[in-house]
């Protein structure tokens, strides 16, 4: 049987917006969403919330994930989420005492998702035998200019020779939501992605996550229109 684990790092300190991870989207804290699409996720096995907070860690215990206390010096403003993955991979493989197979890394400030797109990508992921897996968006039609010494220019594309949409190769964004990857792979890289790596594109609109109090009222009108706020 396969052990697959989702892991949702959440330090309590934020820049953007103080106490980022428990201000409320749709009726509940932002952290509360991730835990139940990863709670209702049939392919999820369990559901752990890396915090150096008390107050984000006891949310995550009422919302039914599991808790894991992060070193302070592990929840710096430089401290990386590869860090904060592997002490968690570890201190579950210790409680547990059983491997992890599979990490579902979450990003708790993108609740712009569904249970679905975590079960579609473990099933991509090992139908693919992949080692890493990112969530992207496809870009349409997306042409970037740049101003550089005086002159604003195209970067991706010749304006003289506009290619029919048909005919534009496909492009992807990656948009933070989740990532999947083995603890061997981010152990050896230090890198969440590594190996054969693979992709699962999300619909466009699931793209937006919370950086900003714009956001907020931005995600919470996405969720209501396609009904992700009753998920």
Not at 67 to 82: G, V
Not at 94 to 119: C, H, Y
Request: aromatic content about 10%; some cysteine; charged content about 30%.
């Amino acid at each position: 049987m396969t052990n697959v684990v989702a892991i949702i790092p959440a330090r309590a300190g934020s820049k953007g917006i103080v106490g980022k991870n428990l201000i409320s989207i749709c009726g509940k804290p932002l952290i509360a969403w991730s835990i139940r699409q990863a709670l209702e996720a049939e392919r999820i096995d369990s559901v752990w919330v890396s915090s150096d907070g008390d107050e984000i860690l006891k949310t995550a215990r009422m919302f039914g994930a599991q808790a894991i206390k992060r070193p302070a010096s592990l929840s710096t403003d430089t401290a990386t989420s590869e860090s904060a993955w592997i002490q968690a991979i570890d201190y579950i493989e210790e409680t547990l005492d059983k491997k992890i197979d599979i990490v579902v890394g979450m990003q708790a400030t993108s609740p712009v998702r569904e249970k679905k797109d975590l079960n579609e990508a473990i099933e991509l992921f090992c139908n693919g035998s992949y080692d890493s897996l990112l969530s992207v968006s496809e870009i349409e039609d997306f042409f970037v200019w740049e101003e550089k010494d005086g002159n604003f220019r195209p970067v991706n594309y010749d304006y003289r020779n506009r290619k029919p949409r048909q005919l534009i190769e496909k492009r992807y964004r990656e948009n933070g939501s989740f990532y999947l990857f083995r603890p061997s792979i981010i152990r050896k890289h230090q890198n969440r992605l590594g190996g054969k790596i693979g992709k699962y594109v999300m619909d466009f609109y699931k793209m937006f996550q919370i950086d900003n109090l714009r956001d907020v009222k931005l995600c919470e009108v996405i969720m209501k229109g396609y009904g992700l706020d009753n998920s």
